[in-house]
Every structure is written in structure tokens, then in C-alpha cells.
T-cell receptor, first 113, second 115 residues
Framework: KAGVTQTPRYLIKTRGQQVTLSCSPI?????VSWYQQTPGQGLQFLFE???????NKGNFPGRFSGRQFSNSRSEMNVSTLELGDSALYLC????????????FGPGTRLTVT | AQSVAQPEDQVNVAEGNPLTVKCTYS??????LFWYVQYPNRGLQFLLK??????LVKGSYGFEAEFNKSQTSFHLKKPSALVSDSALYFC?????????????FGAGTRLAVHP
């Protein structure tokens, strides 16, 4: 069974630009969560999608948004990038059936200059 | 507030010795606890979880964790450390609110196993 894939793996953007990151969950998983990892703040929950609906959101500004498609693939978008948005963005594919396990992709390393 | 604490930024162990990585939690209700490991430039890998049942949980790569309700702890252990175990370890708790849930992670503990 293929794992979680995230594209691109690395990205360099300039302040003020916007960026879109993509995540494909494990086949059959309908829920996807996104996290931001930084040295200072650690791992922070961004949002969770289930069957194309956002059902949980972390404490991030509105510049951070996401969506999920009918095939469960998910994208997150960050608009008006700031230097502090430089981070590793991790996508997790959520196993259902009461397992509560999350399987993480390799992440997208975003650098804002 | 619901939270997870990993009191040690780094743990140093000699290869072959037992290792313990500490984790304490604060949640309302029954805790759903997890350990993840992160290798450089990689995502997080699931190690083990405690949902209910036996307090000693066995996971991947020879790791185990002991759930202690009275001490609100969920320490990760391994009887004999390997150099390849050197990585960043995260404890996490799943919290439920308003019918939805999310993982709250500790700050992470860097494990260094020396030959």
C-alpha cells in the first residue's frame, strides 16, 4: 500500500507571494490533517479535512487555508507569505475505524525569503 | 488546558543500554496517547499508541511504553538502544472537542545513542 505523498518536497518563495502544497493520503483514507513544524513552535495543528469538509481548525490566521477533493487529495494554501511561515509542513493520513493513528508524509520544506 | 510535556530536550545513551524518553500529559477524560519518531528530513513515523487495555504497550522497532494513570505519564522505553535509534521523538495526545479531534504534540526529545 502506498504511503502519504506530498509535493513539492522543497519550495523557496518570497515574502508576499502565495503557495499551494499538495498531499495524497493513503488509499482508502478519507481524512487528512495538516501540521506546521518549526524549531520554535514545534508541531502545530493547522486543520483537518474529512470527505471534502473541514471539520477542525487550529489557531492560525486566515492566510492559511485548505481544501480536499473528492479523491481525498488535499491542498493547503498560504497567501501573503511572511518570513515566519518558513517551516516543514506535514500532511497526515488519518486511519479510520477507531484506530486514531495518523500516518505522516515526508513533508514540504517551505523557505520564505 | 490539554497539553503534553516532554521534560528533556535531549537524552544521551550508550549503545546497548536501556533508554527512557519521558512524557507527561494533561487531558480531560481518558487519554489517547501516541509516540512518533522523526528522522532527519523525514516525516513522523508511528511507533505505538495507548487507547485502552494493558498499561504496557509494545510497538515498532522494539520500543514499548508504559501508561501510568496516577502519574499521568507515558514514558517510551527500549531495553537495549541502537545507534540507529538516534532521532527526534514526539509524544502526542489526541484530544476531542465538539465531536472533532486533533493531535497535540510535545516539544520533542532528541535521542542520541553513542557507540
Amino acid at each position: 500500500k502506498a504511503g502519504v505523498t506530498q509535493t513539492p518536497r522543497y519550495l523557496i518563495k518570497t515574502r508576499g507571494q502565495q503557495v499551494t502544497l499538495s498531499c495524497s493520503p493513503i488509499s482508502g483514507h478519507r481524512s487528512v490533517s495538516w501540521y506546521q513544524q518549526t524549531p520554535g513552535q514545534g508541531l502545530q495543528f493547522l486543520f483537518e479535512y474529512f470527505s471534502e469538509t473541514q471539520r477542525n481548525k487550529g489557531n492560525f490566521p486566515g492566510r492559511f487555508s485548505g481544501r480536499q477533493f473528492s479523491n481525498s487529495r488535499s491542498e493547503m494554501n498560504v497567501s501573503t507569505l511572511e518570513l515566519g511561515d518558513s517551516a516543514l509542513y506535514l500532511c497526515a493520513s488519518n486511519g479510520g475505524g477507531g484506530t486514531y493513528e495518523q500516518y505522516f508524509g515526508p513533508g514540504t520544506r517551505l523557505t520564505v525569503t | 488546558a490539554q497539553s503534553v510535556a516532554q521534560p528533556e530536550d535531549q537524552v544521551n545513551v550508550a549503545e546497548g543500554n536501556p533508554l527512557t524518553v519521558k512524557c507527561t500529559y494533561s487531558v480531560s477524560g481518558n487519554p489517547y496517547l501516541f509516540w512518533y519518531v522523526q528522522y532527519p528530513n523525514r516525516g513522523l513515523q508511528f511507533l505505538l499508541k495507548y487507547i485502552t487495555g494493558d498499561n504496557l504497550v509494545k510497538g515498532s522497532y522494539g520500543f514499548e511504553a508504559e501508561f501510568n494513570k496516577s502519574q499521568t505519564s507515558f514514558h517510551l522505553k527500549k531495553p537495549s538502544a541502537l545507534v540507529s535509534d538516534s532521532a527526534l521523538y514526539f509524544c502526542a495526545v489526541r484530544v476531542f472537542s465538539g465531536g472533532y479531534n486533533k493531535l497535540i504534540f510535545g516539544a520533542g526529545t532528541r535521542l542520541a545513542v553513542h557507540p
